[in-house]
Nanobody
Framework: QVQLVESGGGLVQAGGSLRLSCASS????????MGWYRQAPGKQRELDAI???????NYADSVKGRFTISRDNAKNTVYLQMNSLKPEDTAVYYC???????????WGQGTQVTVSS
């Protein structure tokens, strides 16, 4: 069982920045793919960014150039640096891990990000 705890959400003005953190426990963090997703009210959950165990990253077109995903395997933590935030980035942000060599994945409880115009 893997537990994920997100933090760092909050209220920010448009153009501002936030850094989300997701601390993982259980499992072997360093070999798992980690991702950040968002879910806005009335919308489906969608992928923002993903980082593999080898450090390869992929981003949704809507966040390319503004968001950066990174991981610190020594701290079992994945980060999402969000710059140039827009009101449309307002959502609950969830951390996800895909457990290596299995079909299992786990979710955090989510952290609210609100961007005011």
């Amino acid at each position: 069982q893997v537990q994920l705890v997100e933090s760092g959400g909050g209220l920010v003005q448009a153009g501002g920045s936030l850094r989300l953190s997701c601390a993982s426990s259980g499992g072997i963090f360093s070999i798992n793919t980690m991702g950040w997703y968002r879910q806005a009210p009335g919308k489906q959950r969608e992928l923002d960014a993903i980082i593999t165990s080898g450090g390869s990253t992929n981003y949704a077109d809507s966040v390319k150039g503004r968001f950066t995903i990174s991981r610190d395997n020594a701290k079992n933590t994945v980060y999402l640096q969000m710059n140039s935030l827009k009101p449309e980035d307002t959502a609950v942000y969830y951390c996800n891990t895909k457990v290596a060599f299995t079909t299992r994945d786990f979710w955090g409880q989510g952290t609210q990000v609100t961007v005011s115009s």
